[in-house]
């Protein structure tokens, strides 16, 4: 009997232990006594069926142990249960996550992994630029993956401009000023006023050049960081992605099999002098080639054979895929060429269709300067995906478009799968989501949005709105029966 009560109280300890949570469950009631009062919260709203919530649990209640050491509390709040207090705070899908100071909510915008949580509250919580002591300094320039510290003294302060821009870029970077004696140990060559960059990976940091100190321009200390704030040569993952887009310059894929360890080694090593001599002009990174297979795919890589080496412009939504042997030679070789402007982009087309029998002219992109380079044709084109459900709810509408203009030569009702077809770099704009609907007057070069509902007649009225071509398509003979409701339709 003695022994049960053991084995039950050992139970009933481990089970509280699996239990505990220091993140804080909400209510109405408690809501204000638990966040409005504090310096620094962050609260999840979210729904118990929601998968990517589910996803983040167990990152925040990660986050929430670590930073209850900060006293930086962590909360949720179940919106099936408190749908007034969620609906106070507007939220509308989930999960949302916003930071409360002092009682004041703004959204959080930071990284959904138990790190990146911990890093940007930990930034959160502490003043624009920090001041550091001696014996402080050596911790904090490691505190974070990139921390950028000001040194100077009364002959040479700060100067304004590292505050100006750490004030814009406090969500990211860990900043500090030291304006301490004596000095802590710097980097060779390092003369007050100074900025250096520390950073956990490839040399440990990066000095901001002397001559730009005295009268730093926050726009070249933004630049300074956006070149140095990544790995010369890192993995890149959905996790990651969203800071090589920030950065704002093309991507260099290596694509490599990931089981083969040694030869990413081997490969990255012998890339990198490439990457460092580019540096500032491309970043390069290499990626899972079989677990993103597809990605592979969009960048017009050929087919299953690795490594492979694409650049990706996603300013341009440009593409240009290596067909040589990935070597040292071949790449650097590639990657000039780019650089200067002599490597065409790789445009992804279907074929041209033999014939056009429907309604509504299927647009290729080896098609595409025939169509839209006629002047004496209206052009309005969908650029869809097959798997969009939006595009699959518009397409019989589209095709009664289409039909209503079939007669009329000077009026084409196109589409265009922009899964199979690139949009060519000529084109005055890129696809960002589905489906996207354009207008090309007749004699002229601009495009112009549709912005409105997508029933017939919203679609017809466009039409005739911003054609130039002929006489119109439509006569006062035409009837269209409205029915009783409106069709169903989806907001671009």
């Known amino acids: 009997m003695r022994l049960s009560s053991i084995a039950t109280f050992t139970l009933l300890s481990s089970l509280a232990s699996v239990l505990a949570s220091d993140v804080v469950d909400l209510t109405q009631t408690s809501f204000d006594g638990e966040v409005i009062k504090e310096d620094l919260a962050l609260v999840e709203f979210f729904a118990p069926w929601c998968g990517h919530c589910k996803n983040l649990a167990p990152h925040y209640e990660e986050a929430a142990t670590e930073l209850k050491n900060k006293n930086i509390k962590l909360a949720k709040v179940d919106c099936t249960a408190e749908a007034d207090l969620c609906g106070e705070f507007g939220i509308t899908g989930y999960p949302t996550l916003k930071v409360f100071r002092n009682g004041i909510p703004s959204d959080y915008t930071g990284p959904r992994k138990a790190d990146g949580i911990i890093s940007y509250m930990i930034k959160q919580s502490l003043p624009a630029v920090s001041d550091i002591t001696l014996d402080k300094h050596d911790e904090f320039k490691k505190a974070d ?269 196109a589409q265009m799968d922009a899964t199979e077809n690139d949009i060519p770099p000529q084109a005055p704009f890129r696809v960002q989501g589905f489906p996207t609907l354009k207008f090309k007057p007749a004699g002229v070069n601009e495009f112009i949005d549709y912005n409105g509902d997508r029933s017939l007649e919203s679609l017809i009225e466009f039409v005739e709105l911003n054609r130039r071509s002929g006489s119109s398509a439509v006569t006062e003979e035409d009837e269209y029966e409205e029915e009783d409701e409106s069709p169903e339709h989806d907001e671009l």
């Open 145 to 413: 993956k990139v921390v950028l510290i000001a040194y100077g003294n009364n002959e040479h302060p700060v100067p304004k401009g590292f505050a100006d821009y750490a004030n814009t870029a406090r969500d990211s970077y860990l900043f500090g000023q030291y304006t301490g004696s004596p000095l802590p140990s710097l980097p060779e060559d390092v003369s007050l006023p100074a900025i250096v960059l520390y950073k956990s990976f490839d040399e440990g940091y990066a000095v901001f050049p002397q001559e730009a100190v005295e009268a730093v321009d926050p726009t070249a200390l933004s630049d300074f960081v956006r070149v140095n704030s990544l790995p010369l040569f890192d993995e890149i993952s959905p996790e990651n992605f969203g800071s090589y887009a920030e950065q704002g310059l093309p991507i260099a894929y290596l694509f490599v099999e990931p089981e083969d360890t040694a030869a990413i080694k081997k490969l990255v090593d012998e890339l990198a002098p490439v990457a460092k001599e580019l540096k500032g002009k491309l970043s390069f990174v290499w990626i899972d080639a079989v677990k993103f297979a597809d990605h592979g795919k969009s960048l017009n890589l050929p087919g299953d054979s690795w490594p492979a080496f694409v650049i990706q412009d996603l300013a341009q939504q440009t593409k240009y895929p290596f067909s040589g042997s990935v070597t040292k030679q071949g790449i650097s070789d590639f990657v000039k060429s780019y650089i200067r402007g002599d490597v065409p982009a790789s445009i992804k087309s279907a074929p041209i269709p033999a014939s056009q029998d429907g309604p509504v002219y299927k647009l290729v992109a080896d098609d595409w300067n025939n169509v839209f380079g006629n002047p004496d044709q209206d052009v309005f084109a969908e650029f869809y995906a097959p798997w969009c459900g939006h595009c699959q709810r518009l397409a019989p509408v589209w095709d009664t478009l289409g039909e209503k203009y079939a007669d009329n030569k000077n009026v084409v009702i």
